[in-house]
């Protein structure tokens, strides 16, 4: 099995170390193909307005200098055209990525286009319990589930606009208690945080940041994270609401 790993975080995070670690457990064909820098909440972007360069890190390990959607594209449509992986993981992301945050997530989105391209793929995030941590993250749940999380997933069918958000919550590996397959939850309206601060040379500048969230429904990822579960999403690329489909049909009757 040929596995693509690619991520959000950039192609020297710690997460990645973490994901090729677990890919290792699965496979010895593996490629990296990652972003030469940091490229959260790129959502499912793509680089049009000037060009990609390619760079080399080692044998099937590459950066490209754009976002994650152009990694997996550049992966699959240049470096493996000839030898196309059977399976793409993107992360491990330093941070979780549930609810609606994975609308906004390069590492969910990542998997999108390998799902778009016909590629089974899974991305995996952790969460971790403060603010602040940056490279200080302890990935311990994501790589004592990891393996166990992708056998079961990669052993199902193949189901073609399918992909898995998979996230490991911020506790030791042993008080986790299990895995749950769990629908996308939806935080709060009101947790977006703009925080303004004024430059040294006095200019002001704005930051976006995430607050903590009440909503917690049973039944979704963010419960289940809450209460100590690895959660598995099933998601797909088809954004249109069936259920809207005949009013607006009849919004337009002659």
């Known amino acids: 099995m040929r596995i693509l790993l690619t991520n959000d975080d950039g192609v020297f995070a710690p997460g990645l170390k ?67 992986p059977d399976l793409i993981l993107s992360g491990v992301n330093r941070g979780a990525n549930l609810a609606e945050d994975v609308t906004y997530s390069g590492t969910v989105s990542a998997a999108m286009e390998g799902a778009i391209s016909g590629i089974r793929s899974i991305a995996l995030s952790q969460v971790y319990a403060r603010e602040g941590m940056g490279d200080a993250v302890p990935f311990a749940a994501a790589q004592a589930w990891g393996e166990r999380v992708l056998r079961p997933l990669i052993a199902l069918p193949h ?23 769990v629908r996308q939850g939806f935080h709060d309206v009101d947790r977006t945080r703009i925080v303004e601060q004024t430059d040294p040379r006095g200019y002001r500048y704005y930051w976006f940041g995430l607050g903590p969230s009440d909503a917690m429904p049973e039944g979704s990822d963010l419960a289940a994270i809450a209460q100590g579960y690895v959660t598995v999403t099933p998601l797909h690329y088809d954004l249109t609401q069936d259920s809207a489909m005949a009013s607006t049909t009849a919004a337009f009757a002659q």
């Not at 790129?42 to 490209?64: D, I, W």
């Open 159 to 181: 189901e073609r606009r399918l992909l898995f958000n998979v996230n490991f919550p911020a506790i030791e590996p042993d008080a986790i208690k299990g895995v749950k397959v």
């Open 18 to 84: 973490v994901l090729e670690a677990i890919a290792r457990t699965l496979s010895d064909d593996i490629w990296i193909v990652a972003p030469h820098d940091e490229q959260s909440g790129a959502g499912h972007s793509l680089t049009l307005t000037r060009p990609l360069r390619v760079r080399k890190h080692g044998e099937q390990h590459y950066s490209v200098t754009g976002t994650p959607t152009d990694a997996v594209m550049m992966a699959v449509g240049h470096l493996m055209k000839d030898t196309p």
